[in-house]
Each structure stands twice: as structure tokens, then as C-alpha cells.
T-cell receptor
Framework: AQSVTQLGSHVSVSEGALVLLRCNYS??????LFWYVQYPNQGLQLLLK??????LVKGINGFEAEFKKSETSFHLTKPSAHMSDAAEYFC????????????FGQGTRLTINP | SQTIHQWPATLVQPVGSPLSLECTVE??????LYWYRQAAGRGLQLLFY??????ISSEVPQNLSASRPQDRQFILSSKKLLLSDSGFYLC???????????????FGSGTRLTVV
């Protein structure tokens, strides 16, 4: 069965610094991978997704992620952190045509220091 | 455009009382529908998903049930709530047949349920 592991439940960076949130997946078939952001007491907003096209995926708010099959990774990055990036970030995987299940990692809480 | 509505936003219920949370989708047809729960400080757990009217798949044994009486309506229910049912409940939908470029999951704004 497919799964994702997010390394680090909490990440803290300074404003203007590089943001790197790690996600590794496990899947026996080519996966579809997603990053979502959640602000307090809100639903999830899609940042970006990988669906077997370009391995470097650009999303909203300046975020991007690179699919690396050899490393089974899909890490999320942003060159320069902004205070508004403080939130919970979730990596997720779904598998197969007509994929019916989205499996989430445990989430990473990103804190931005002024 | 497609929208998803979920209500109520917050709910406080006593132990042993019934529960009904409703989710409706607009602007699409025959979506896959999902209920997720997010317990405090934890990730999201898939509770139920549905690929069509009356078709419900349960992911984990629990005190909850789901129903899909109409194509774009998904209901989460309980006959008697437990303290452990507290959490943040999220409804979501996805549509596959529009191709990979449109493939994705869209989430509602969530319901914060507190069982007291």
C-alpha cells in the first residue's frame, strides 16, 4: 500500500531564508503526489501536484517541489520564506488511474521567525 | 466553477447524542467524495469514500457511518457520539475523468466537532 512520510513535525526558519519540507513516499506503482497547506481552523488548499509530467513542479505562493524517483522523494521548497507562509503542510499520495484514495503524511508545522 | 459546501463550521455535542454532518458539491457530476478526520496534533485520516450514489467504502472501524443519498451529497453520521469522536472533519471531492491536468482533490472548509 502507498504511504508518505514527512520528516520533521516542526520546521522553523527565518524570514527570507530557504524553506525545505521533506516528504518521502512508498508506492509500488507510479504515484501522484500532492502538497497541501492548512491555515488554522481551515480546510486544505492545494499548493502543487505531480501527475507524471515534469518532475519539477511549480505551485502557488512561490513553492515548488521536485519528484525524484531514485530517492522516492517529493520535497517542497521555497527560496525565501515570508511570514504568511506559517502554516501546516501536508504531503499526500494517490495511486492508480481513477485513484480513489488520498493518503496523507502526518504534516509539518512551519514557523517563520522575524 | 466547482464548489464544495460543508456545514456546520463548529459543533459542540454531548456524549451519546447523534451526529449529522453534510457536504454538498456544485458544478460537477459523479465526483468521488471523501470524509477525513483530523484529530488534534495529528494528520488526516480517511474515514469513508464514495464513488457513486449509495456506494460507501469504510476505511477504519469506528462509531461513524456515511451515506450518499444524491450524486453530490455526502453525509457523515453517528447514532451516539463518543468523546473520541472529537476532531476536525473535512469533506473532499475528486474527479478523475477530466484527465491528469485537472486531477486533484478539493476540500471543504471543515467542521470542528467537540464532544463533551
Amino acid at each position: 500500500a502507498q504511504s508518505v512520510t514527512q520528516l520533521g513535525s516542526h520546521v522553523s526558519v527565518s524570514e527570507g531564508a530557504l524553506v525545505l519540507l521533506r516528504c518521502n513516499y512508498s508506492s509500488s506503482v507510479p504515484p501522484y503526489l500532492f502538497w497541501y497547506v492548512q491555515y488554522p481552523n481551515q480546510g486544505l488548499q492545494l499548493l502543487l501536484k505531480y501527475t507524471s509530467a515534469a518532475t519539477l513542479v511549480k505551485g502557488i505562493n512561490g513553492f515548488e517541489a521536485e519528484f525524484k524517483k531514485s530517492e522516492t522523494s517529493f520535497h517542497l521548497t521555497k527560496p525565501s520564506a515570508h511570514m504568511s507562509d506559517a502554516a501546516e503542510y501536508f504531503c499526500a499520495v494517490s495511486v492508480g488511474q481513477g485513484a480513489q484514495k488520498l493518503v496523507f503524511g502526518q504534516g509539518t508545522r512551519l514557523t517563520i521567525n522575524p | 466553477s466547482q464548489t464544495i459546501h460543508q456545514w456546520p463550521a463548529t459543533l459542540v455535542q454531548p456524549v451519546g447524542s447523534p451526529l449529522s454532518l453534510e457536504c454538498t458539491v456544485e458544478g460537477t457530476s459523479n465526483p468521488n467524495l471523501y470524509w477525513y478526520r483530523q484529530a488534534a496534533g495529528r494528520g488526516l485520516q480517511l474515514l469513508f469514500y464514495s464513488v457513486g450514489i449509495g456506494q460507501i467504502s469504510s476505511e477504519v472501524p469506528q462509531n461513524l457511518s456515511a451515506s450518499r443519498p444524491q450524486d453530490r451529497q455526502f453525509i457523515l453520521s453517528s447514532k451516539k457520539l463518543l468523546l473520541s469522536d472529537s476532531g476536525f472533519y473535512l469533506c473532499a471531492w475528486s474527479v478523475w475523468d477530466r484527465g491528469l491536468s485537472n486531477y486533484g482533490y478539493t476540500f471543504g472548509s471543515g467542521t470542528r466537532l467537540t464532544v463533551v
